[in-house]
């Protein structure tokens, strides 16, 4: 029974080291990427391919509020995490910084992509 314990316990160390079981930021829903509410998530042109910064800050980022990472979550596979001007984190996907569109009403609405033609949905 004892060496039962102690396999358990070194199986949940590793899993908690590696990341495996955290809830992912983001789920897929009708082919877009969605935040826990349920409410559509955006990329950005101006925020550079895989450099992990997001040029939406002031303004912009009240019209499109990041989705932002908590402390103590850890990026995994296609996830990372970007530190913001304003010193707080937020998630990526696939090296793109996420955002919400503050004129989304309810989950499934798109009305941000195409937005100036730098605004997408997320996939």
Known sequence: MKIHSLTLSALA????????GAAE??????GMLVGSSGMTLYTFDKDPAGGGKS???GPCATNW???????GEQPAGDWS???????KK???????PLYHWSKD??????SGD??????????
């Open 81 to 87: 995490i970007v530190m913001r001007d304003d010193g």
């Open 55 to 57: 040029m939406c800050n």
């Open 114 to 123: 195409g937005f100036n033609g730098a605004w997408h949905v997320a996939r």
């Open 105 to 110: 009403q309810k989950a499934g609405d798109t």
């Open 65 to 71: 509020p990041p989705l932002y990472a908590q402390d």
């Open 25 to 30: 930021p983001a789920r897929m829903a009708g």
């Open 13 to 20: 160390a590793l899993l908690l080291a590696t990341g495996a």
């Open 90 to 96: 937020q998630w990526a996907y696939k090296g793109k």
